[in-house]
């Protein structure tokens, strides 16, 4: 049986640093909400399970806060999601992180989540998840994608990085993405276009963690939105989802991010999309167009994954006549 050594940080530089002395053997625990499941079903190889737990929680206070600095909306990474869910900061000028909050999973998971591991949290493909490693695809160290012989129906329709198919899953992701927020560490800032990687779910380097999410102010008369869709309407991770934010609102579009989640390695921002709405106004011709936009690069697997072209496509009309 596997053991691991569990160490409490005593602050934000002290996490780092203990971060960078184990490396690659050390794992952050915040929530735990995805970190417990992962080392229970042991799907990693007994090489890549980490050997020292360092605790967040320990710091929360100092993580743990929204707050609106100038016009930037300031989220601590250690804020749960049900806090942000609730926010009336939050919901003021950015309602569709809010939205996304409330979708996440179930009620004690945003109990205990905190948005720094929600758009940490790592890929969900069955075959990578598979108790004991039992199909060592290339996520896991070991090669070739099993998902793409297999069962492939919740994978990438926008093609694969590194021969990996696994979408990014998360719901907090593609809004972060959609309002051009900036994801501050310890050690510098990422714009969120910057920040996500479609292998390793995030461009962390060595020793550092998300702190904070700064997020700016929408410009007046902006219309923002985020929408789900998934086989059970609570307690699952999304097939696809969609965050917009359109600027204005009403009237001629002068500027637009639609941006798609759980369909791609990464939170897909679609410039197609963007150029559809453009010098138009919203209505259901011009979300039709923008919806079948978004999805003209997409590229599924076989028949068993294409139904997310469609679903990605209706969610940006959702999204935009809401």
Same mark, same amino acid.
């Given at each position: 049986?596997?053991?691991? @050594? ?24 915040? !929530? ?16 890549? *399970? ?6 967040? =929680?320990?710091?929360? $206070? @100092?993580? #743990? ?21 609730? /926010?009336? @900061?939050?919901?003021?000028?950015? /309602? ?8 996440? /999973? ?10 720094? !591991? ?29 998902? &793409?012989? !297999?069962?492939?129906?919740?994978? %990438? ?29 310890? =050690? ?8 996500? #990687? ?5 461009? *962390? ?8 999410? #700064? ?20 307690? #699952? ?8 934010? &359109? ?6 579009? @002068? ?11 990464? $939170?897909? *921002? ?25 999805? %003209?690069?997409? /590229? ?13 496509? !209706? ?5 935009? *006549?809401?």
């Amino acid at each position: 049986m596997k053991t691991f @050594t569990h160490i409490n940080a005593t602050s934000i530089a002290d996490a780092g640093a203990k971060l960078t002395q184990y490396g690659s053997s050390a794992k952050l625990i915040a !929530g735990g909400t995805d970190l417990i499941r992962l080392l229970k079903t042991r799907c990693l190889p007994d090489a890549s *399970l980490p050997q020292y737990i360092i605790n967040l =929680k320990t710091i929360t $206070p @100092t993580l #743990d806060y929204i707050k609106v600095d100038g016009t930037t909306l300031k989220i601590g990474a250690l804020t749960r999601l049900h806090d942000i869910a609730f /926010s009336t @900061t939050v919901l003021g000028s950015w /309602s569709s992180l809010s939205q996304a909050a409330r979708v996440v /999973s179930s009620w004690p998971i945003r109990q205990m989540g905190t948005i720094g !591991g929600n758009i940490c949290c790592q890929k969900q493909c069955w075959y990578y998840r598979s108790t004991w490693n039992k199909f060592q695809c290339v996520l896991n160290g070991g090669t070739g994608c099993p998902a &793409v012989a !297999g069962n492939h129906r919740y994978e %990438s329709v926008f093609g694969p990085t590194n021969g990996c198919y696994s979408v990014n899953p998360n719901d907090i992701s593609p809004v972060l993405l959609a309002l051009s927020a900036t994801i501050v560490t310890n =050690k510098g800032s990422y714009t969120a276009d910057k920040f996500f #990687d479609g292998f390793k779910i995030t461009n *962390l380097g060595a020793g550092e963690f998300v702190t904070e999410i #700064d997020i700016p102010t929408p410009a007046a008369g902006s219309k923002q939105a985020f929408v789900k869709a998934s086989e059970r309407r609570a307690v #699952d991770f999304a097939s696809a989802n969609c965050a917009i934010l &359109v600027t204005p609102g009403t009237g001629t579009i @002068t500027a637009a991010r639609i941006v798609l989640g759980a369909v791609a390695t990464v $939170p897909y *921002l679609s410039a197609e999309a963007a150029t559809a709405l453009i010098g138009k106004s919203i209505s259901a011709d011009t979300a039709a167009a923008a919806g079948a936009a978004a999805v %003209s690069k997409a /590229s599924p697997i076989s028949a068993l994954n294409k139904y997310k072209v469609a679903m990605a496509s !209706g969610l940006v009309q959702r999204a935009l *006549l809401s």
